[in-house]
T-cell receptor, first 114, second 114 residues
Framework: DTEVTQTPKHLVMGMTNKKSLKCEQH?????MYWYKQKAKKPPELMFV???????INESVPSRFSPECPNSSLLNLHLHALQPEDSALYLC?????????????FGPGTRLTVL | AQSVAQPEDQVNVAEGNPLTVKCTYS??????LFWYVQYPNRGLQFLLK??????LVKGSYGFEAEFNKSQTSFHLKKPSALVSDSALYFC????????????FGKGTRLHILP
């Protein structure tokens, strides 16, 4: 299985809602990533987990809360988001954090905040 | 500062003609270079990478890229374009030392004309 899956595909939420994005991979990868991508822009790194521990937080607002329950799963908990947080949220994984490894991306969750 | 540049927002090529998508980089140390492709409403897909060795790297779907150290470039090429190659292409670099992050270029939209 060389796939990264993400659910849901689309999510619409109000500014007072709490929701979660899910990501799963079964490639045995030990590094997992969350990116935010605005239309026609490159992905922006948000968080990196290495061996289920948070290793990089790119100064992301606390209304985004990542969680890595096990080596195959990555969640992104959302609370009190703003309309400007509307974007495509991409999950990725790689075999490790070494500089040589390419990342495998999921199809993304298209988030709209009303 | 570490950076990667894709000087063209869009490249138009007739089907069957060769295509080139340009990428230049600026990093300290030896770079690790990647190309990714993104189809509409999808995540990024890995195409190829340069780590070391032969300057000409072959990747998926008939794409190749040439690493040129003196010009700090890593242009993506394909001898004969297909309409299905139409997508958004991202060049990315991981600086050779001391940084786990990947830096993406802004992206180049490739439009293959039938």
């Amino acid at each position: 299985d060389t796939e990264v899956t993400q659910t849901p595909k689309h999510l619409v939420m109000g500014m007072t809602n709490k929701k979660s994005l899910k990501c799963e991979q079964h490639m045995g990868h030990r590094a997992m990533y969350w990116y935010k991508q605005k239309a026609k822009k490159p992905p922006e790194l948000m968080f990196v987990y290495s061996y289920e521990k948070l290793s990089i937080n790119e100064s992301v607002p606390s209304r985004f809360s990542p969680e890595c329950p096990n080596s195959s799963l990555l969640n992104l908990h959302l609370h009190a988001l703003q309309p400007e947080d509307s974007a495509l949220y991409l999950c990725a994984s790689s075999q490790g954090l070494t500089l040589l490894n390419e990342q495998f991306f999921g199809p993304g969750t298209r988030l709209t905040v009303l | 500062a570490q950076s990667v540049a894709q000087p063209e927002d869009q490249v138009n090529v007739a089907e069957g003609n060769p295509l080139t998508v340009k990428c230049t980089y600026s990093v300290s140390g030896n770079p690790y270079l990647f190309w990714y492709v993104q189809y509409p409403n999808r995540g990024l897909q890995f195409l190829l990478k340069y780590i070391t060795g032969d300057n000409l790297v072959k990747g998926s779907y008939g794409f190749e890229a040439e690493f040129n150290k003196s010009q700090t470039s890593f242009h993506l090429k394909k001898p004969s374009a297909l309409v299905s190659d139409s997508a958004l292409y991202f060049c990315a670099v991981r600086p050779g030392r001391g940084d786990d992050k990947i830096i993406f270029g802004k992206g180049t939209r490739l439009h293959i004309l039938p």
